[in-house]
């Protein structure tokens, strides 16, 4: 069945570090790929998307690119803040289907 | 903010109760989903509603319903309630079931004692 797969947390990286997230998955055909972000206590909020091979979502400094041939979609940020602090959430939709399908969620804590 | 609320916000109950969580979609969005997302079981689709009909079924139990309603806010049914469904429920909406793109709401977070 289709699946996402996210590196274990928690990740602990100084204020103004890099960022790298790894996120793969599984799926027949041609999902779209997500990233959510849960902040302490809240919701969950639409980081970016990618709907298709190649391509590169971004949003507030984060960027993941759509690659078909590792089935990856890794999310990168070149100098975190403490306000980053927070659950990070990979995700697909299949072709042909409206669910989205979740990683187990990777924590990052930023310190100043 | 996404333009989707949830009522409540937390809910403490007792086994074998039964509780009604309330969502109300971005305006516009016609497709409703619910989400649960529990310690052991992290994020998983419950089910979907599009225009007031059920488009999709995930991995919802017997004793959990939902449905649409014509102003197109969903409600979610929880009843006989267990220790093992205390969670934090979301609901979630799209424009329609293709646009790819769903906007979440705070979640209510169910707490069954």
């Known amino acids: 069945g289709n699946s996402v797969t996210q590196m274990e947390g928690p990740v602990t990286l100084s204020e103004e570090a890099f960022l790298t997230i790894n996120c793969t998955y599984t799926?027949?055909?041609?999902?779209?790929l997500f990233w959510y972000v849960q902040y302490p206590g809240e919701g969950l909020q639409l980081l970016l998307k990618a709907t298709k091979a190649d391509d590169k979502g971004s949003n507030k400094g984060f960027e993941a690119t759509y690659r078909k041939e590792t089935t990856s979609f890794h999310l990168e940020k070149g100098s975190v803040q403490v306000s980053d602090s927070a659950v990070y959430f990979c995700?697909?939709?299949?072709?042909?289907?409206?669910?989205?399908?979740f990683g187990t969620g990777t924590r990052l804590q930023v310190f100043p | 903010d996404s333009g989707v609320t949830q009522t409540p916000k937390h809910l403490i109950t007792a086994t074998g109760q039964r509780v009604t969580l309330r969502c109300s979609p971005r305006?516009?969005?016609?497709?409703v989903y619910w989400y649960q997302q529990s310690l052991d079981q992290g994020l998983q689709f419950l089910i979907q509603y599009y225009n007031g009909e059920e488009r999709a079924k995930g991995n919802i139990l017997e004793r959990f319903s939902a449905q649409q309603f014509p102003d197109l806010h969903s409600e979610l049914n929880l009843s006989s309630l267990e220790l093992g469904d205390s969670a934090l429920y979301f609901c979630?909406?799209?424009?329609?079931?293709?646009?790819?793109?769903?906007?979440f709401g705070p979640g209510t977070r169910l707490l069954v004692l």
């Open positions: 305006s516009g969005d016609l497709s």
């Open positions: 799926a027949t055909g041609y999902p779209s």
């Open positions: 979630a909406s799209s424009v329609d079931p293709g646009a790819k793109t769903q906007y």
């Open positions: 995700a697909l939709i299949s072709w042909g289907d409206d669910k989205l399908i």
